[in-house]
């Protein structure tokens, strides 16, 4: 059986578990927002393939989108790795560690699947970027932007997530953070309530976020589409990032993001979120 069968199969049975519905009633929906996901990715993959890099010696015009060089520059400073040299992060804890808010099998397909799809592609379109490059083709390298962001973005976006995300975890948060918090919001509270509607409100896939500005020296709250990143959508350096794409969630709370966003805020790894606020207000100056 195919991988993307298996895939499938797996899912179905996790659902029927869990949910006790006849996978038969729900399947054309169920794969339809499950598989979303995995056909994105593959879809990405198929358009980096299909750029045509010019040959070297023709006449070219025109500038290089500088957002090409900021997803790199991002991802650096997030894992430390050079354009091209890209890896699935381990994760902390186990991928049983964070029930029973996110099952072990959402945590298992989403980080050695999806989280290694957005890798797999970035390393094609970096040497197909690679190759525009040498044949000086600013269209080619111009038109592999979108797969940049997409990918770079999810493989950005996803090793935050993993970070912001501890068993045992939770609760409010202390120390520069919770003021920052309660200055920039009223309190803990109203937080979590605006954080918790924008998450929910996102069309389609994408994220929710609170994210710093460093201009401001405030927080702000987000949402981003697709794996679009936070700092070169919105310019805030993000902090805290919620999946509201249907694969992050929905074999086990379905249809329910509400449901879903609640139970993000029992695992939240307020520790993690405080130390990349004290970084970014740092760097900022502040």
């Not at 299909?50 to 060089?69: H, R």
């Not at 069309?203 to 697709?226: R, T």
């Not at 070169?232 to 350096?237: A, S």
């Not at 449901?259 to 405080?274: E, G, S, T």
């Amino acid at each position: 059986m195919a991988e993307k069968d298996l895939y499938i199969a797996a899912l179905e049975k996790k659902l029927a578990e869990l949910s006790g519905i006849e996978v038969d009633q729900i399947k054309k929906n169920q794969l339809a927002n499950a598989s979303s996901e995995a056909c994105s990715i593959r879809e990405m993959a198929e358009y980096v393939e299909g750029i045509q890099v010019k040959q070297a010696g023709q006449v070219i015009t025109g500038q290089v989108n500088p957002q090409v060089a900021a997803v790199f520059a991002h991802i650096k400073a997030e894992l430390g790795e050079e354009r091209g040299a890209h890896s699935l992060p381990p994760l902390k804890y186990d991928y049983s560690a964070l029930e029973p808010h996110i099952c072990t099998t959402i945590m298992q397909i989403h980080h050695t699947k999806h989280h290694q799809g957005y890798i797999n592609n970035l390393k094609a379109a970096v040497e197909k970027l690679a190759e525009a490059e040498k044949a000086n083709d600013i269209a080619a390298i111009n038109a592999l932007f979108p797969a940049m962001k997409f990918n770079g973005g999810g493989h950005l976006n996803h090793t935050i997530f993993w970070t912001n995300m501890a068993p045992e975890a939770g609760g409010e948060p202390t120390g520069d953070i919770a003021e920052a918090i309660n200055k920039d919001f009223g309190s803990f509270q109203s937080f979590k309530e605006k954080f918790s509607g924008v998450s929910v409100a996102v069309k389609g896939s994408g994220w929710g976020w609170l994210g710093y500005c460093p201009k401001d020296d405030k927080l702000a709250i987000a949402s981003c589409q697709n794996q679009d990143p936070l700092q070169l959508t919105h310019g805030l350096v993000p902090l805290l990032g919620l999946d509201v794409w249907e694969h992050a969630y929905y074999l086990q709370y379905k249809n329910l993001r509400a449901d879903y966003v609640k139970a993000f805020f029992n695992v939240i790894n307020w520790a993690n979120v405080n130390e990349r606020y004290e970084v970014a207000r740092k760097a900022a100056g502040h």
